[in-house]
């Protein structure tokens, strides 16, 4: 399994931008994805998640401003950024969780990580 991450970079406050990760991997089914952020010096937190029938979770922090989406028949993540904050700056990581078709075991999966920076 491959996650794939972009769209990151460089907006003023108040400004939008769209991450997306593309996961790869036939013999897999992938259930819950989700955003992390990691800003300097701190651990890595959890943004937004979605389940693959389409239950959303949101930290407070991006409640109203973020939104959280896929695409299953694309196996794609998706995260709309608007109202951006200098406190949105960080790493986002995408996560898979993924369940092997053949063995059914579930797996954890991470993408390479995409920076995005919000400046005042």
Same mark, same amino acid.
């Given at each position: 399994?491959?996650?794939? &991450?972009?769209? @990151?970079g460089s907006v003023?406050? @108040?400004g939008?931008?769209?991450l997306?990760? /593309?996961?790869?991997?036939s013999?897999?089914t992938?259930?819950?994805?989700?955003?992390y952020?990691? /800003?300097? =010096?701190?651990q890595? =937190?959890?943004? &937004?998640?979605?389940?693959?029938d @389409?239950s959303?979770?949101? =930290?407070?922090?991006?409640?109203?401003?973020f939104?959280?989406?896929?695409d299953?028949a694309?196996?794609t993540?998706?995260?709309?950024m608007?109202s951006?904050?200098p406190?949105d700056?960080g790493?986002?990581y995408?996560?898979?969780?993924?369940?092997s078709?053949s063995?059914f075991r579930?797996? /954890?999966?991470?993408g390479q990580g995409?920076?995005?920076t919000?400046?005042?």
């Amino acid at each position: 399994v491959q996650l794939q &991450a972009s769209g @990151g970079g460089s907006v003023q406050a @108040g400004g939008s931008l769209r991450l997306s990760c /593309a996961a790869s991997g036939s013999r897999f089914t992938f259930t819950s994805m989700g955003w992390y952020r990691q /800003a300097p =010096d701190k651990q890595r =937190d959890l943004v &937004a998640s979605i389940t693959s029938d @389409g239950s959303t979770f949101y =930290d407070d922090s991006v409640k109203g401003r973020f939104t959280v989406s896929r695409d299953n028949a694309k196996n794609t993540l998706y995260l709309q950024m608007n109202s951006l904050k200098p406190e949105d700056t960080g790493v986002y990581y995408c996560e898979a969780q993924a369940i092997s078709t053949s063995t059914f075991r579930q797996y /954890a999966y991470w993408g390479q990580g995409t920076q995005v920076t919000v400046s005042s």
